[in-house]
């Protein structure tokens, strides 16, 4: 069997034993869910140490020497405001693309429609020690937004770029690096014996990442079994599971339909034949539920197996995994809607148009980590509350603790399937921009040409 094959199964098989352990071993429907978290701690803990510490250690530095390399090897500055202006709209578009289909299936599947009370109820309690757990204090809008895109600015343009290494601001160490790489054409030849040991450090690390496919079974069966025991499967076909359905169904077009035609349209190759050679990359998203975790494999698997260019993926890619997140887009919109109906609120077009909107900047902003579109879910709830008050004072603003509440329980698998989505849509922007900016094997290369 071929090495990758023999991957493939061992991992599915790691999927799969990760469920019956967590089903049959670990969830007990009578616990609460602190017992459950406390009785499960070690299998997180075992899923933690074997694959998502070093896959997000090893994230940081990969970032600085993919980067440094995709945008020495352009060579021109023009042409790299050409990539990334390119880059760029392609996530937005895509992104703006997915929270549309979520928002369709919202509208029309309508999964919170007729809600049993007690649930309502309890969703607030749940949510309220949720939010308290995480000291977050919702505040209006307003300062939301206003929060959100200053944020954004603050880690285009960092001030400290030590802070920014230690607290993993990812979008400045692309920022800085991308400056330091145009810094380091401009001086020409004087830079090359850096540039050399960089190629190295990249070359060295990539030989880490292929060793750590291996232990990814282990750490994803760890992990799947810890998601379910906490979750229980029997919440799936609860009072949920219309929820469920309708975000897995938004995620599988936009996985399945809408991301593979815009992949073709742009370069008249087989999805599905990509799809399958990213699979390393989708399985370590399923399985960390993190796209920075999965970075490191995402990289990997694209220039190795999935045709892309080291120049396009070292650019697009750790890009990507920060700011392009389709698939949180997609379930923001989705589960923004099944709060609000859940609740007896009646959207209009307006608040639809609203959600659209926040979601795409709110999973901009949202990090790579679990569970970090859930946080940035609150956003979007207060935009729609003010637009709701606009127009019409008397109505109550929905409780965000109470709309977390009702989605916590099911957060974690949907999450495993966002990711993977967040991370077929950096994928395929990794492709498509390959077009525009090839490895050229024959020619020499630029950044020999620029640096002399
Ligand atoms: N876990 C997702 C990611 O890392 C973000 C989210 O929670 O939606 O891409």
Same mark, same amino acid.
């Given at each position: 069997?071929?090495?990758?094959?023999?991957?493939?199964?061992?991992?599915?098989?790691?999927?799969?034993?990760?469920?019956?352990?967590?089903?049959?071993?670990?969830?007990?429907?009578?616990?609460?869910?602190?017992?459950?978290?406390?009785?499960?701690?070690?299998?997180?803990?075992?899923?933690?140490?074997?694959?998502?510490?070093?896959?997000?250690?090893?994230?940081?530095?990969?970032?600085?020497?993919?980067?440094?390399?995709?945008?020495?090897?352009?060579?021109?500055?023009?042409?790299? !405001?050409?990539? #990334?202006?390119?880059? $760029? +709209?392609?996530? /937005?578009?895509?992104?703006?693309? =997915? *929270?549309?289909? %979520?928002?369709?299936?919202?509208?029309?599947?309508?999964?919170?429609?007729?809600?049993?009370?007690?649930?309502?109820?309890?969703?607030?309690?749940?949510?309220?020690?949720?939010?308290?757990?995480?000291?977050?204090?919702?505040?209006?809008?307003?300062?939301?937004?206003?929060?959100?895109?200053?944020?954004?600015?603050?880690?285009?343009?960092?001030?400290?770029?030590?802070?920014?290494?230690?607290?993993?601001?990812?979008?400045?160490?692309?920022?800085?690096?991308?400056?330091?790489?145009?810094?380091?054409?401009?001086?020409?030849?004087?830079?090359?014996?850096?540039?050399?040991?960089?190629?190295?450090?990249?070359?060295?690390?990539?030989?880490?990442?292929?060793?750590?496919?291996?232990?990814?079974?282990?750490?994803?069966?760890?992990?799947?079994?810890?998601?379910? !025991?906490?979750? #229980?499967?029997?919440? $799936? +076909?609860?009072? /949920?599971?219309?929820?469920?359905? =309708? *975000?897995?169904? %938004?995620?599988?077009?936009?996985?399945?339909?809408?991301?593979?035609?815009?992949?073709?349209?742009?370069?008249?190759?087989?999805?599905?034949?990509?799809?399958?050679?990213?699979?390393?990359?989708?399985?370590?998203?399923?399985?960390?539920?993190?796209?920075?975790?999965?970075?490191?494999?995402?990289?990997?698997?694209?220039?190795?197996?999935?045709?892309?260019?080291?120049?396009?993926?070292?650019?697009?890619?750790?890009?990507?995994?920060?700011?392009?997140?389709?698939?949180?887009?997609?379930?923001?919109?989705?589960?923004?809607?099944?709060?609000?109906?859940?609740?007896?609120?009646?959207?209009?077009?307006?608040?639809?148009?609203?959600?659209?909107?926040?979601?795409?900047?709110?999973?901009?902003?949202?990090?790579?980590?679990?569970?970090?579109?859930?946080?940035?879910?609150?956003?979007?709830?207060?935009?729609?509350?003010?637009?709701?008050?606009?127009?019409?004072?008397?109505?109550?603003?929905?409780?965000?603790?109470?709309?977390?509440?009702?989605?916590?329980?099911?957060?974690?698998?949907?999450?495993?399937?966002?990711?993977?989505?967040?991370?077929?849509?950096?994928?395929?922007?990794?492709?498509?921009?390959?077009?525009?900016?090839?490895?050229?094997?024959?020619?020499?290369?630029?950044?020999?040409?620029?640096?002399?």
């Amino acid at each position: 069997m071929r090495k990758t094959n023999l991957l493939t199964v061992l991992i599915l098989a790691g999927v799969v034993l990760g469920v019956l352990f967590g089903h049959f071993l670990l969830w007990d429907p009578n616990a609460s869910r602190e017992a459950l978290e406390q009785s499960t701690s070690w299998w997180r803990s075992a899923g933690d140490f074997l694959l998502m510490r070093p896959l997000m250690l090893i994230a940081a530095p990969l970032i600085f020497t993919s980067v440094l390399i995709g945008v020495t090897s352009v060579g021109d500055p023009r042409k790299l !405001g050409v990539i #990334g202006g390119a880059t $760029l +709209v392609f996530y /937005l578009v895509t992104m703006l693309l =997915a *929270v549309t289909v %979520g928002v369709t299936v919202g509208a029309t599947v309508k999964p919170g429609a007729n809600m049993p009370e007690e649930i309502r109820q309890a969703a607030q309690e749940v949510g309220r020690q949720h939010l308290e757990g995480r000291n977050i204090v919702p505040e209006p809008a307003g300062e939301q937004i206003g929060g959100a895109w200053r944020s954004i600015l603050e880690q285009l343009i960092p001030d400290n770029l030590l802070r920014a290494g230690v607290e993993a601001q990812y979008l400045s160490i692309i920022t800085v690096t991308i400056v330091l790489g145009i810094g380091l054409l401009v001086v020409g030849r004087r830079a090359r014996p850096f540039l050399d040991v960089v190629e190295g450090v990249h070359e060295a690390l990539m030989v880490i990442v292929r060793a750590i496919l291996w232990v990814m079974p282990l750490g994803v069966m760890f992990l799947v079994a810890w998601s379910v !025991g906490t979750m #229980g499967l029997n919440n $799936l +076909v609860g009072a /949920l599971s219309k929820y469920v359905a =309708a *975000v897995l169904a %938004g995620l599988g077009v936009h996985m399945f339909v809408t991301l593979p035609l815009v992949l073709w349209i742009i370069t008249r190759t087989n999805p599905f034949k990509y799809m399958w050679a990213m699979r390393p990359a989708l399985f370590t998203a399923f399985g960390t539920a993190s796209s920075m975790a999965t970075l490191p494999v995402t990289i990997e698997t694209s220039v190795d197996k999935g045709g892309c260019s080291r120049r396009a993926s070292g650019i697009v890619l750790p890009l990507g995994a920060t700011v392009n997140m389709d698939g949180t887009a997609l379930y923001q919109g989705i589960a923004v809607i099944f709060m609000f109906q859940a609740f007896g609120y009646d959207l209009h077009f307006a608040q639809y148009l609203v959600i659209v909107l926040t979601a795409t900047l709110s999973a901009i902003g949202a990090a790579g980590i679990p569970g970090g579109g859930l946080v940035t879910t609150i956003i979007i709830v207060s935009a729609v509350n003010t637009t709701i008050a606009a127009r019409d004072p008397g109505i109550p603003a929905l409780p965000i603790a109470a709309g977390l509440g009702l989605i916590l329980s099911v957060d974690r698998v949907l999450d495993m399937c966002r990711t993977t989505v967040n991370i077929w849509g950096d994928a395929v922007g990794a492709r498509a921009i390959t077009r525009l900016a090839p490895d050229d094997p024959t020619e020499q290369p630029e950044r020999e040409k620029a640096l002399g």
